[in-house]
């Protein structure tokens, strides 16, 4: 802590020096801005590299969305989430006492990005954000950072850099630098595209008779609070229409942890009639149908929109990607004045059906989380600001596997999904007006597909020393798919790689070596030298040897883009590619289903002979496995020595009987000290 005081007085004595003489107060070789989950990771996997790092976050908090309510993952498929995030939910399985966690509290994976940061050793500035970037050329030379706390009287701060990773949600960084960018949803026609646009679908939406004006029936009665307008574009139309943001809020239960839903500043009721009618419509009997409630350890919860009316609050950021702090600033409180009082609204307005208020008062802010905040989160979900438009745009086509790039420094596999972006009036089946949502989208069902490394990089003409691992090149719909925080945390040790090497080889960030790059995080996934995991998947066809009929197909949770299911009696062999002898616990993962077997025989050959175990493939019982609130999981067989060169497999044996039997994938996961 004293260090750190120290080395905050010597950058802000320097910094009115610097700001004074335009020179740099602090020079390092890579300035990461944004303490966001994937800035952390950037910000450590440099300095792990052995480059001088600083962290700017204009905070006070590390994690952004992962530490800021989102506990619920949004993962897609695991498989897609490697290296260095995926020993972030490593380490929260560890704080819980198991192998993984992918449902956490956010004090949990606060301290986990904590952690990471003094196991580097990395410099953190908060409450610094970014006023003016001096550029020679191609290359970003300076920064310089204003305070952005509560009094003007700190001095501005001038930091030099080699290379800098903007991996704020809102590209500050990006855009003060001259790289091109978009806000908003292009046309279909951009890209060839069939979902960016104007999209008028289904989802968390308002069945059809909600009558939107005071007077039910009257245009002359004017509209309801939190309609946006009347009539709606064409479905593929663009426009400058954002996603809707929320808070992610984390509620409890329990009397003697939760702080109480208390009435907000600006309060004003009439501005929930909306949901009232929509409640009269539907008539739901619980709050699960009016918000995602997910379960989170600790018996606490994790909030999120659910519905035509809920915590997004729609059509009220559009301004929000490139308004300026102060704007910001009155937004993010609009927001939050919003949500509260809808929490409010449900717990005290006697318009509000019984059951719901009597429920909504059994809940509150968590007492342990958000400390300086009084329970309310710290970050606001900004699920989408300014995109880059970089070297390569990822676009629709690449999320259902249309055109697949080969310079892949990452993976995504979520859903095409966008949340609201307006809600309007438009004439019923009828002619009646009605009130509808529009913007929604979710589509998938494809598997994990690769991010282009080009579109973490700026275009070459514009910028040659950033990288921008979050608000990267993709079209609205496809950084819907690829906006999660696991992808943000590869993304941001790809692009603290390429620094390195970009500083190493006297290059631009897009003249990297990316073939050397792949094999970079390829050979050292954790980014510090230690061993890395095997992973046999049912995909690596020179991994696998099969005898009897098996059928490769897809089902619910499966580890990568397929999965091998029995057709009678036989067997799978998975053959692990041992580089490193050593001591490995061998895990098993499969989707799980009500029709699978009840014992089935696995075999694993080690170093010492062979292991003979049989498995409960529809009802696991060894500790750490099953279900994470219905995520299938790792199970833990044992932990083995294996030699390099050695024989070594897994062999799981489908006989004819009570079910039948996945083999998904296999990993080897070396025991660290």
Request: net charge negative; hydrophobic share 35%; aromatic share 10%.
């Amino acid at each position: 802590m004293n260090r750190f005081l120290l080395f905050v007085l010597m950058l802000c004595l320097l910094g009115w020096t610097g700001a004074r003489q335009q020179q740099p107060a602090i020079e390092v070789d890579v300035l990461v801005y944004g303490a966001t989950s994937g800035g952390v990771i950037a910000a450590y996997t440099a300095k792990t590299y052995g480059k001088s790092v600083l962290l700017v976050e204009p905070g006070r908090h590390l994690g952004g969305m992962s530490s800021g309510g989102l506990g619920q993952t949004d993962i897609g498929n695991k498989y897609a989430v490697t290296g260095v995030a995926l020993d972030f939910y490593r380490r929260l399985g560890s704080y819980y006492g198991r192998f993984e966690a992918w449902q956490f509290e956010p004090h949990a994976a606060e301290q986990v990005f904590e952690a990471y940061l003094d196991e580097a050793e990395v410099e953190i500035l908060y409450s610094r954000r970014i006023k003016d970037v001096e550029k020679s050329g191609t290359d970003i030379q300076t920064v310089t950072l204003e305070y952005a706390g509560s009094t003007g009287r700190t001095p501005d701060l001038v930091v030099a850099a080699k290379v800098f990773i903007d991996a704020s949600y809102e590209g500050d960084l990006m855009a003060r630098a001259g790289a091109s960018y978009f806000v908003g949803r292009e046309a279909n026609s951009v890209y060839n595209e069939t979902l960016n646009g104007v999209q008028l679908m289904t989802g968390h939406q308002f069945p059809d008779g909600v009558d939107p004006y005071v007077t039910p029936g009257d245009p002359s009665s004017g509209l309801l609070p939190e309609i946006t307008g009347v009539g709606v574009e064409p479905n593929g139309t663009g426009g400058r229409g954002v996603q809707a943001y929320n808070f992610r809020m984390s509620l409890c239960r329990d009397d003697a942890g939760r702080l109480p839903i208390t009435e907000p500043d600006n309060y004003d009721p009439d501005r929930y009639e909306l949901l009232l009618r929509l409640i009269e419509k539907n008539d739901p009997q619980s709050l699960n149908e009016l918000f995602i409630i997910s379960e989170m350890p600790r018996g606490k919860t994790d909030w999120n929109n659910r519905g035509g009316f809920s915590t997004d609050f729609i059509g009220k950021n559009w301004d929000y990607p490139d308004a300026d702090y102060d704007e910001r600033a009155a937004i993010w409180k609009a927001h939050e004045d919003y949500q509260k009082g809808l929490l409010f609204f449900y717990a005290t307005d006697e318009r509000v059906p019984e059951h719901l208020r009597r429920e909504m008062q059994t809940w509150g802010y968590c007492r342990d989380e958000f400390l300086d905040t009084d329970g309310w989160p710290h970050q606001l979900y900004v699920r989408e600001a300014r995109r880059l438009i970089g070297e390569y745009v990822m676009t629709e086509h690449n999320c259902v596997g249309a055109e697949v790039v080969e310079d892949g420094v990452g993976m995504a596999a979520y859903t095409m999904d966008s949340h609201n972006v307006q809600r309007v009036v438009i004439q019923g089946p009828d002619g009646t007006a009605m009130v509808k949502n529009e913007g929604n989208v979710e589509v998938g069902g494809f598997p994990p597909y690769p991010i282009s490394y080009r579109s973490i990089t700026p275009k070459r003409e514009e910028v040659t020393n950033l990288l921008v691992p979050v608000a990267l090149s993709a079209s609205h719909i496809a950084y819907g798919s690829i906006r999660m925080e696991p992808v943000f945390m590869v993304l941001g040790q790809s692009a603290a790689v390429a620094a390195v090497m970009a500083i190493d080889a006297n290059t631009s960030v897009q003249q990297v070596d990316v073939k050397a790059l792949q094999k970079e995080l390829r050979d050292n996934p954790l980014a510090d030298g230690s061993t890395p995991e095997v992973l046999v998947d049912d995909r690596f066809e020179d991994r696998i040897q099969t005898m009897g009929t098996w059928t490769s197909t897809t089902a619910g949770g499966q580890y990568g883009p397929s999965v091998l299911r029995s057709s009678g009696s036989g067997s799978v062999r998975f053959v692990p590619a041992i580089e490193t002898s050593g001591e490995y616990q061998v895990y098993l993962y499969w989707p799980r289903d009500e029709g699978l077997a009840t014992q089935v025989p696995v075999t694993i050959r080690h170093a010492a002979g062979v292991e003979r175990l049989t498995i409960n493939m529809r009802e696991p019982e060894r500790e750490g496995a099953g279900l994470q609130h219905g995520i299938a999981s790792w199970v833990p067989l044992g932990a083995y020595t294996f030699t390099r060169g050695g024989e070594a497999y897994l062999e799981l044996q489908s006989q004819a009987g009570d079910g039948f039997v996945f083999a998904d994938a296999v990993l080897f996961e070396p025991v660290r000290d």
